[in-house]
């Protein structure tokens, strides 16, 4: 079975700062990895996903970015936050037969 | 493109009742996956479903699958508060790897 360890948990951010949002897989090897954020009372968006060391998909025109540094790796960034960045940022893997989740990290942008 | 829909969006309900949430979607999919998420929470798997008429039960819920109508259904049977939450429905489709959810359906049951 794979864990996904995804971190900080909550995160206070004021507007215009940098966001990097780190997601780790352990339990299998070339996992396909995705980001999805969920506004408040929402529902999940996926916003990139990849199938490979340095592979992204971007469904979304949006101020964030992504990175697969290394196979059980997975990063989401933004040089500048902005106000409607706010939400539940939930970090996936899919292992051909059923996804795993992250715990998921709150983040506000004050 | 994938969508996945899901009605209805918030049910309310009295304990001990039935209902049932439905999951629509717009192409040919290899599984479908029913989520629920409790506020705050990351999801918990509750069913995957892999084949045209696939059923399976845990508890009071019950899941189902037509993929020639591109139809999941999720039917709850004498609800309890216990089962507030939202569920998500999911699609994956192995052509473009997109692991697409529904909308969610936000559940309150009532005691």
């Known amino acids: 079975s794979q864990t996904i360890h995804q971190w900080p948990a909550t995160l206070v951010q004021p507007v215009g700062s940098p966001l990097s949002l780190e997601c780790t897989v352990e339990g299998t090897s070339n996992p396909n990895l995705y980001w999805y954020r969920q506004a408040a009372g929402r529902g999940l968006q996926l916003l990139f996903y990849?199938?490979?060391?340095?592979?992204i998909s971007s469904e979304v025109p949006q101020n964030l970015s992504a990175s697969r540094p290394q196979d059980r790796q997975f990063i989401l960034s933004s040089k500048k936050l902005l106000l409607s960045d706010s939400g539940f940022y939930l970090c996936?893997?899919?292992?051909?037969?059923?996804?795993?989740f992250g715990q998921g990290t709150r983040l506000t942008v004050v | 493109e994938l969508k996945v829909e899901q009605n209805p969006l918030f049910l309310s309900m009295q304990e001990g009742k039935n209902y049932t949430i439905y999951c629509n979607y717009s192409t040919t999919s290899d599984r479908l996956y029913w989520y629920r998420q409790d506020p705050g929470k990351s999801l918990e798997s509750l069913f995957v479903?892999?084949?045209?008429?696939a059923v399976k039960q845990e508890g009071r819920l019950m899941a189902s699958l037509d993929t020639k109508a591109r139809l999941s259904t999720l039917h709850i049977t004498a609800a309890v508060h216990d089962l507030s939450a939202t569920y998500f429905c999911a699609v994956h489709t192995s052509g473009t790897y997109k692991y697409i959810f529904g909308t969610g359906t936000r559940l309150k049951v009532l005691a």
């Open positions: 479903l892999l084949s045209n008429g």
């Open positions: 996936a893997s899919f292992n051909g037969a059923e996804a795993f």
């Open positions: 990849s199938v490979g060391i340095g592979q």
